[in-house]
Structure formats: C-alpha cells, structure tokens
Nanobody
Framework: QLQLVESGGGLVQPGGSLRLSCAVS????????VGWFRRAPGKVREGVSC???????FYTNSVKGRFSISRDNAKNTVYLEMNSLKFEDTGIYYC??????????????????????WGRGTQVLVSS
C-alpha cells in the first residue's frame, strides 16, 4: 500500500525558507505523480504544487516564483523548496500521490488536489 511521510515543517519568520520532504513507499514502480496541497486554519484545501511523470511542474499562482518542487526517484522522495515565505503560507502541508493510469494526475488548475493518496501532513507556521 502506498505510504507518504512528510517532514521539514516548522516555525519560520516571514521571508524565510523551509524545505519539505515527502518519502514515498509501498509502490511497485515509479509510475506516480506527486504533489502538495495545504490546509490553512478555517479554509478549504488548496493545491500548491505537483510534479508529473515527465517532470512537468505545476504551481498555484500564489507560490509561483517562490516555491519549487522536485523529485529524486533514487531516494523515492519529493521535495518542496519554499522561499520568501509569507504569513498566508501558514498551514498544514500534505504530500499526495497517485498513479495517473488508474487515478488522479497533476493539473495546472488544481496542483496536487486530485491525487488520492495522502500523508498525515506537516505543519508550517510563518510568524514573526
């Protein structure tokens, strides 16, 4: 069974940086698309970023130019580099994955939202 474990969250000042990691296990091949979504207090889920099988990356408009997603297939890990963090980036960040042959896939409109398998999340708090 596919398992996703996030790490790297924490408390950071505005303008600071964090790198989130998502360790993926329990799959039989590399045919996965992986993304991140977040949930801020009192708000619905928001897709943040996604990386497709061919390495195409997707970002929601509010993080473009500040966040960068990457994958290391040798380590079965996906990273989300977050720079120039703002108060509004605060939330729980979830890693998500799916096999696009039978399930969800990355999309530019909802990066990471349509992927069926989630981790437990990691908290990001941007505060001065």
């Amino acid at each position: 069974q596919l398992q996703l474990v996030e790490s790297g969250g924490g408390l950071v000042q505005p303008g600071g940086s964090l790198r989130l990691s998502c360790a993926v296990s329990g799959f039989t091949d590399d045919y996965l698309e992986v993304g991140w979504f977040r949930r801020a207090p009192g708000k619905v889920r928001e897709g943040v970023s996604c990386i497709s099988l061919d390495g195409t990356t997707f970002y929601t408009n509010s993080v473009k130019g500040r966040f960068s997603i990457s994958r290391d297939n040798a380590k079965n890990t996906v990273y989300l580099e977050m720079n120039s963090l703002k108060f509004e980036d605060t939330g729980i960040y979830y890693c998500a994955a799916d096999d696009p042959r039978i399930g969800g896939s990355c999309s530019s409109a909802r990066p990471g939202i349509d992927l069926a398998y989630w981790g437990r999340g990691t908290q990001v708090l941007v505060s001065s």
